[in-house]
Each structure stands twice: as C-alpha cells, then as structure tokens.
C-alpha cells in the first residue's frame, strides 16, 4: 500500500529470484543473485494494482493484520493535502477497469478469540459452480482437495464448462517435488478419470533454453467466463483455504460489458504471453473455435509455447508420501483436541510421569554432580576419568554398533528411552549423540515391531492389554498420525507402542515416518538441553551449581503449577452446564 491510496495484491514475494519479464528469457542478464550470479529459472507471476477505496481497505486489512502480529497499531495515512487526483499511480500503467467494485477475500485460521476466515475456498467454489463455458486457472500448487472434488463434479456434469489449468512442470526444491507434487497428481488422477468429455486440459509453460530448469509458475489466478477474475496470495492447496492468512481481489462483470471484454483481453494477453504471440491471435481462435480448448490446441506449437503436463509420480513415490493432512493440512494443529483425539482419556495420566521422569534424571545428575564435588564420594570416584572413559568410548570404532545394540536390548525390556537419549547426549555431545539416539531409537522401534508383527494380538495383549485395544482403534483411522502424535505424547511405553503397532494394519513405511517426525523434538531438545547441563556441571563453583539447581527447580514446579491448572480448568469446565 502507497499512502492507502494506491495497493498491489497478488502471488509475488518481495525477496530474491523474483524479478522477471513476461518473455521469461533463460538468460536475461538482470535476473540475478546478490553476488551477480545469474538466476537461469524464469518466475511467472501476477499483481493486480488498485487505487481508490479498495487502496483503503486493504490498507485497513494489512493494519489489522500488522496489530494481530505485533500488538501495535499503524496510523491510517491521513489523506490531507493530497489532492483527490493526484494518485501515485505509474504514469506508463494504464489500468484496465475504471469505476468498479472489486471484492477482497480472505483466509485467516482461527487462533484464539480471532474466528476462522475461509472466504477464498467459498468464492473458489462458487465461482466454479457457475461457470457456464471456460474456467481457466494459473497455480502454483494444485492439492485442495475442495476445489479439485468442485472441479470433478462439473467434469461429470453433461455440457459442462472447459477447464484449462496452467502449472509449472514441477515446483521448486526438492521437498516440494516428492510432497506437493505428489498430491497434484493424485488430484490430477481423479480429474482425467471424470473427464468423459475431453474437457480438461493441464499445461506447463515451455521456453527454449531452459535446459533442466522450468518456468516457476507462481501466480494464483482464476478467470470463470468472460464474468470473474480472481487474482491475489492463495494457492490451490488446503493451506491457503484455512492454515495461511491469504488475501484474493475479484472482479465481476455484473452485466457490464466494458468489464467482460477487461476480463477476457487479461485471459487472452496470459495465453499470448505462454504462447509467444500477440492477444489478438488468441482473440480470433476463441471466435473462430468457439473453444477454449481447440483455440489453445490449434495454436499450439515449437518454441515458446503450452504444452501438456506430463504426469511424472511413479507408484513407488506416491506409496512414500503421506495422506494430505501431513503434508498440507487445511486447518492448524490445535495440541489439546489432538490429545483428546489420538490419546485414551485413561492413557493421558502417564505424559505427567514422563515429565516427572524426565525432571528426576537430570535431578539426579544435578545431585550426583554436585556430590562428586563436595562430598567424601570425590575421593572415591575419579571424575576427570570418566570423563576421560566416556570421551574414550564416543572415539571408539565399534561405539556406534555398541549404541544401536544397547538401544534394541533396552527396547526388549522396555527400558526408558529418555534415559538413554540423556547418556547419548552426555557420552557423544548433542548433535552426535542425537545422531546415534534417533538411529538406535528407530532400530529398536524397527525390531519391535517385527516382534510384535511375529507374535501376533493374542500375544502381545498380555503386555499391552487395554492399550491394544485403543490403540488399534487409532492406528486403524489415522495411523501414520496417530503414530507421529504417540511418539510426541508418551501415552504408553515406547516398546508396547512398538509391538502395538506390529499387530496392528498400519504399513512399516508409515509407522517409520510417524516414528521420525514424533521423535525428532524430544530428541533435539533433550540432547541440547542435556548438553548445556553438562557444560554447566564442569564448573566446580558453588554459584553455578546454585544456578543450575534453581532453573531445575523452577522447571519441575513451573511444569507442576501448569498441570495442576490444566486440571482445575478441565474440572470447572466438566461442573459448568453446556448450553
């Protein structure tokens, strides 16, 4: 925003490898990194610039958002001494649209007192519903599961609308290519399958020159007819309709034909733009064509141009990536109805025993240390030699199979895994030891498993007994997060959870996935923590231990006082009588 008078909303990012033409050279000399190193991947994207009071309102809109973030309020530009024609539009941009409504749509989570906002996936899927010829669409992602079931239902229908979808041939970055563009293609399965009547085509930009690099298609818009154009920040992906904060201009026609032909000549300079070719050339093949489809088609051809999107997700790849609630959730992770959803009520006691253990063990190193220092037990246990042994052990060549062998055994007979996670961190260092804890960790879920898959339900019942039950009944629904909220929430033993699982129908694949992003945050932090009380405990003076002492005993009762109020508020909530 300029002085809330002049506003630009859209996909575009305001940080490197963003600047680009509408020719999308592969060697445009100016695209460049900081150091002058050139950028060989061409960006597309779309801005749409407004003035007036819809300048104002997204002024309104970005300083509320601004106070959300920061708790301070931004004074609105005050609007004397600027003379009403004296707008800082570029004086080379001439705009498209005069004197008409725009409409600004939103997403925004809930979070707090602040109401969930989901205006862009309902203007999304009303526009969609109305279209009667074309929609056309420029994204970035392609996995909301909402939108893509609204476009298959239109697919179905008998004469229903063209639908042309323009993306890049793949996303950029590894992790996005083997998560969000494994999710497209499973929308993308489901859209060929219900298209009976040639009615759908997907392309990717082409330029000469790009070698292994493609055309980063970045925007987000959607044109329905000649009658709505949607420009702004939200992607086609569950994130962008309830996680993110987005924000969508549109612009309708309403019966006006001056907006209709803005409409239609902004579709048509697109197309031209990916075709190489002047919008007039598109103009007359709609006309000639009287199809969105056939007027692409028949321009067509080598050089810069659209053409088909090649599907590349093999059977391997889409088996390793998760359901989209992993990867692109719609809605935030909100920690108590995860709890409450994915744990037993009866099982949820035993997370305040894994806190208390937790807080016990570093205790008792804080004891232990100090008593090494100060008491008669200095004269009887040689610190520095431990110290000495441990450093021993860590550079031995066998250390690592001794670690992942100590793990597996101590999962056999249920042995805390904090503890050994805690002498990991003490024996190799933090990063060190984190290393052989998650590999130990995950070889011993890896044997229980097997164990538990080998010694079937009746067996393991025995140990796991009601767990079993509840816990089948999880895994069952959900299980890969049911797996990755278990390993955050220590409901039960690590190995019964183990064993649970092997008898249960959850795939090893997801029950290795879950077990890695549920253990890397314990992990890391108590690797690090426990590293920092190590350094801290080589110091022999009295001031440090007192130190160290008082922040274990601020987080033993800190962590206390927070559960007796989380009990309080449960048991008041229980005794208030539901409307």
Known sequence: MVDDRVAFAGGLDLTLGRWDTPEHRS???????????????????????????????????????????????????????????????????????????????????????????????????????????????????????????????????EKGPEIVVLLPEHTVGWLSQKTMDVLRERVFRQLINADQENRLRLYEPCVLGLGDQCVNVHSKVTIIDDELVRVGSANLNNRSMGLDTECDITVEANGREDVRRAIAAFRNHLLGEHLGMEPTRIEKALARESSLIRAIESLRGPGRSMRPLALQVTVDMDALVPDEEIVDPARPFETNELVKEFVPESEQEPTRHHLYMVGSILAAIVVLAAAWHWSPLRELVDVPLLVSAANELGRHPAAPLLVLGIFVAAGLISFPLSVLIIVCALVFGPWQGFLYALAGALLSAACSYALGHLLGRRAVRRVAGRKLRELDKRLARRSLLTIIIVRIVPLAPFSVINLVAGTSRIRFRDFMLGSIIGLLPGLIVISVFTDQLAATLRKSDLPTFALLAAVLASLIVGAWRFWQWKEKKRDSALRTPSD
């Open 27 to 157: 060697d445009d000399p100016i695209r460049r990194e900081l150091d002058g190193e050139p950028i060989p991947q061409p960006y597309h994207d779309v801005q749409i610039m407004v003035s007036g009071p819809a300048a104002a309102a997204l002024g309104d809109l970005a300083r509320e958002r601004w106070f959300r973030a920061t708790g301070r309020r931004l004074k609105t530009p005050r609007a004397q001494g600027i003379q009403n024609n004296s707008y800082p539009w570029p004086a080379h941009v001439r705009p498209e649209i005069e004197n008409v409504e725009l409409g600004i749509s939103r997403t925004e989570p809930e979070y707090g007192k602040q109401a969930e906002v989901r205006e862009v996936e309902q203007l999304l899927l009303d526009s969609i519903a109305s279209a009667r010829e074309s929609i056309y669409i420029e994204a970035q992602y392609f996995s909301a599961h909402k939108v893509g079931e609204a476009l298959r239902k239109r697919l179905q229908q």
